[in-house]
């Protein structure tokens, strides 16, 4: 029985490591682990011939939050420099001669970040939230896996007197919140000490009393570990026996009872489902004319809400403008008690953006909207349905409550996050149409299922285009089987505790 439920879940791990379009199943075979800190916790040693040999067993979760076959650099955070870090081998050596478990890595480590950065909400070299981000990948990857520990290489940036004096109550206070926030207690937490090649030695004797002052952590020696050259990183070999000693201080601390307690997935908030009938939300993309021509007085025939998720869609030519509503057109919309959701300024691909770029275009809708009469919207769609984690946090920060992307599955609201709500999208091909038709009739009472229409027709783009017959068809399908045809906005109001 219990090989069988083994082979299952693997199967399943598989294939929904294989697509994400597939509902995420926490697998107890995949454990992850947290890598956080800087540089030498990064990497910096040169790249090899072994750093290319991937092994089908260990994945990390790159800078898109997918999971992808792991080799170093396992880092990103400074891509030119980025090279062999501890990551690969403390796998290695954890995984042994098991096959029946995955490792995933969580890369998150910050070259030349001080423990003060390792903080919620503070900010380092303006773009990164170290803290932050580590929190939301490390809770994009409990969506898939179980995290099992937390590897910390951090020190060089605070090896002077005055802040190693600060730095044992600092790092405690981190492992608390780390435990906290990644709701587990006993998560075994492994530091490292510093190379013993860097000038001054204030840090390793602080790191090293961790153990004494909070339970479930370890430090791994550097003693005999050579630099590259610089006085700071761990040369190749140096940095490969590093994680082999982080693997043996981990294997030791989870034996001493580490019980990993349930997880919670990020973002995932919405704990309820649908009270009774199905629900269905419509969201209309891009701000085509037949929006307001077409489909707005259709939708107030049948009774039914809808969101229309609007940017300034760039033109190829002025004669373009034809195809889009103009702002006066948007606010009536609203003004005809639609939600009116946010698409990007621009309709830009939010996993290209940083952090500012993103804010910048967000907030560009939000003046739009503000100009004309039209709340701030709370519901966003991503732009080609592409969403990363950044992209996530950023919608959080800016006040955003429900977040759309592609993915042609059904919206649980306890397996997805409520910033990335899949969706079906309709078009005119063939496949496309059975696909959304098939999602329409197969769903049953407290499921959920979102639609992503473009225009009804669409002229602009002829690939995305929905018949006016074809979309009244679902138009009364939905009314003669009494689902709920709502907006983004008031998903809240139709689920129910239970
Ligand atoms: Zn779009």
């Not at 020190?155 to 435990?179: F, H, Q, T, W």
């Not at 005999?224 to 590093?242: I, Q, V, W």
């Not at 190829?316 to 034809?322: E, F, G, L």
């Not at 063939?430 to 639609?451: D, G, S, V, Y």
């Amino acid at each position: 029985m219990k090989k069988i439920k083994i082979v299952l879940s693997i199967c399943m791990l598989y294939s929904a490591l294989q697509s994400h379009s597939q509902k995420d199943i926490v697998d107890s075979n995949f454990h992850v682990y947290l890598l956080i800190g800087q540089s030498n916790m990064a990497g910096r040693g040169l790249l090899d011939a072994d750093s290319k040999s991937l092994n089908p067993q260990i994945l990390m979760l790159d800078s898109l939050g997918q999971w992808v076959a792991a080799a170093d650099p396992v880092h990103f955070d400074k891509p030119a420099s980025a090279g062999v870090g501890p990551a690969i081998s403390f796998t290695k050596e954890i995984l042994g001669n098991n096959k029946n478990i995955k490792i995933g890595l969580i890369p998150c480590a910050l070259g030349g970040s001080p423990i003060k950065v390792w903080e919620p909400d503070a900010v380092y070299l303006k773009v990164f939230h170290p803290y932050n981000d580590a929190i939301l990948r490390a809770k994009l990857a409990m969506q898939k896996g179980v995290l099992k520990g937390i590897l910390w290489h951090q020190g060089e940036s605070d090896n002077d007197s005055l802040p190693s004096a600060v730095y044992m109550r600092k790092l405690k206070i981190l492992i608390s919140r780390l435990r906290t926030d990644l709701r587990n207690p006993n998560l075994p937490f492994v530091a490292g000490e510093i190379g013993y090649f860097n000038k001054m030695d204030y840090i390793n004797p602080v790191i090293n009393q961790l153990p004494q002052q909070v339970p479930y952590t370890a430090v791994v020696s550097a003693k005999g570990l050579a630099d590259k050259g610089d006085h700071l990183h761990f040369d190749t070999p140096s940095a490969r026996e590093l994680g082999k000693r982080y693997a043996d201080a981990m294997k030791k601390l989870q034996t001493v009872g580490n019980e990993a307690k349930p997880m919670t997935r990020l973002f995932a908030k919405i704990k309820n489902v649908p009270a009774k009938d199905p629900i269905v939300i419509l969201g209309f993309d891009d701000a085509e004319i037949s929006h307001y021509t077409i489909v707005a007085p259709l939708l107030k025939k049948y009774g039914f809400d809808a969101t229309f998720f609007v940017c300034e869609m760039p033109w190829k030519s002025p004669a373009d403008s034809v195809y889009y509503m103009k702002w006066p057109q948007i606010a009536e919309l609203y003004q005809m008690g639609f939600e009116i959701g946010n698409h990007t300024g621009h309709h830009k691909n939010m996993t290209k953006l940083d952090r500012e770029g993103m804010q910048k275009e967000i907030g560009y809708i939000e003046a739009r909207c503000k100009e004309y009469g039209i709340p701030k919207p709370i519901s966003f769609a991503y732009p080609g349905n592409r969403a990363d984690s950044l992209s996530q946090v950023v919608l959080n920060e800016m006040g955003y409550r429900y977040g759309r992307q592609g993915g042609s599955k059904y919206y649980d609201p306890k397996q997805d996050g409520h910033l990335v709500i899949p969706s079906y999208t309709m078009g005119s091909a063939e496949k496309l149409h059975e696909r959304t038709w098939n999602a329409l009739k197969n769903l049953q009472p407290r499921q959920i299922l979102a639609f992503t229409i473009h225009g009804v027709p669409d002229i602009a783009h002829p690939d995305y285009t929905t018949s006016v017959e074809i979309f009244t068809k679902f138009l009364q399908y939905m009314k003669e089987h009494h689902f709920k045809v709502i907006a983004m906005r008031d998903l809240g109001k139709h689920l129910t505790s239970d």
